[in-house]
């Protein structure tokens, strides 16, 4: 028996059954359908990709995983000195893991950490946002804004170790005012926060934070788990402004395997390397550095870098600015598109119930989700295909 995720399984609808998969399309046994979700935005390049799937199998054909602990191997090694090229600025110490989640609790871990190694008890508060997805274990969950998916504010009531604002500045300046010598960090979905329902917003919350992280001594944390590799139409939000950790997931791979990173600059590496085993990062997760999950990782960004996917999301964008221009109906509250994510927010989620089943009639697959519908969409969609997705969407309204 499958138990399936966010879903109370006594009211759930039968699954839709994929057997096969490739390029934008996912595979019924009668239907063809567009995925319009990168299967949760992780799979850019598409299904079946002949690059990608090579490099897995000819790793495989060498070994598929051995543990880091006191070992090593070339794809880790190569991917590790790619990321460091391939990122902004010093973030440059990459520890493997092997999903977003749990590299959003190594960050996190970083951070508390970075202060107890100097002595410095009280920063033990993180400051986060209003409607934060940060992932699904605890700590993860205590900063991310719970409401709609978890229990844990009820079972716990409001942490004592977080802090939400909006994505205002003002908001932002008092809350340093006021909690700046607790704070360890700042963790942030920058620019776009996704599962919390696609809410964009500036680059300029992003500077002010920087600048007030560094007054204050606090550690600036992006989790680009879903707005890395160009999803908002930056390669990375950290291009623009530079955290002191980015944590990196879902598209890291192409979609192939579970496989995520998070990369300290050089100041909170340097905050662990000293002579004092208790100030080790203690933690390993068993896949850590997989090989497969690196060597398909190297893979997709080498596809990254040489076939100007930056041109590709930016067409995706002006595709979608066009199609949905226009589109406006009594029961949208709001239409929002950044790079490779166009969302259309309604006030009544009951407005998109039924959306599922007619989108798969036409031949697109996706996953509205409380008061919101959205796209993201792989990178190597068509044009057409892309026009496919968004009459689908207009259509819903115009029935
Ligand atoms: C999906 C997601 C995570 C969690 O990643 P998993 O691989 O599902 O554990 C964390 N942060 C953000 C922003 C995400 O979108």
Sequence with gaps: ?????????????????????????????????????SSWWCMVHGYKHPALNEAIVSQTKKFAHVMLGGLTHEPVQKLSQKLQ??????????FFSDSGSVAVEVALKMALQYYMNRNDTRRTTTLALNHAYHGDTFKAMEVGDDEDYHFVLKAYGPSKNVVHIPTKIRALEQAFETHHETLCCFIVEPLLQCAGGMRMYDVAFLKRARELCDQYDVLLIFDEVATGFGRTGNRFAADLVLPDILVLGKALTGGYIGHAVTVANEKVYNGFYDDLPAHALMHG??????????????????LFETQDYMAKIRRIEAISRREMSGITDSRIKDVRIMGGCVCVEVYDPEVLKGYQQFAYDRGVFCRPFLNFMYAMVPYIITEDELVQVFDSMKTWFQR
């Excluded at 009211?11 to 595979?27: C, N, Q, R, S």
């Excluded at 019924?28 to 979700?37: A, C, E, F, N, Q």
């Excluded at 997760?285 to 080498?302: D, F, Q, R, W």
């Design 1 to 37: 028996m499958i138990w399936y995720p966010y879903a109370q399984m006594k009211h759930m609808k039968t699954p839709y059954e994929i057997v096969d998969a490739e390029g934008v399309y996912l595979y019924t046994r009668d239907k063809k359908l567009i995925d319009s979700v």
């Design 85 to 94: 090229e391939f990122l902004p600025g010093d973030l440059d110490y990459c």
């Design 285 to 302: 997760p068993t896949y850590m550095g997989n090989a497969l999950a690196c060597t398909v990782a190297l893979k997709s960004i080498e």
